[in-house]
Nanobody, 123 residues
Framework: QVQLVESGGGLVQAGDSLRLSCSDS????????MAWFRQALGKEREFVAG????????GYADSVKGRFIISRDNAKNTVFLQMNGLKFEDTAVYFC????????????????WGQGTQVTVSS
């Protein structure tokens, strides 16, 4: 079973960087594609970045392309989201999610979710 726990959120200023982590306590992490989603207050949950099972393929939302980097360490059952050049509009609760085989862009495709971590960017 996949059990995801995010960490690394916080309050930062515009232009700063943060690194989010998401760890899985199960034994099947390296069988799942992983993704980060975010949900701002009053808005729908949106795809941010995804990474394939082996880490060789990644994808990003246009709004974060060139600023965010997703990576994973299968030996440590952890996926990361390096966020650089943060903007006020990046403020949201960030969730990691796991999906069998390949990452998708739609939240409803994902069976497993973490509890979320708040990222607040002050302008």
């Amino acid at each position: 079973q996949v059990q995801l726990v995010e960490s690394g959120g916080g309050l930062v200023q515009a232009g700063d960087s943060l690194r989010l982590s998401c760890s899985d306590s199960g034994r099947t992490f390296n069988m799942y594609a992983m993704a980060w989603f975010r949900q701002a207050l009053g808005k729908e949950r949106e795809f941010v970045a995804g990474i394939s099972v082996g880490g060789g393929h990644t994808g990003y939302a246009d709004s974060v392309k060139g600023r965010f980097i997703i990576s994973r360490d299968n030996a440590k059952n952890t996926v990361f989201l390096q966020m650089n050049g943060l903007k006020f509009e990046d403020t949201a609760v960030y969730f990691c999610a796991a999906q069998w085989a390949y990452y998708g862009l739609v939240a409803t495709e994902y069976a497993y979710w973490g509890q979320g971590t708040q990222v607040t960017v002050s302008s």
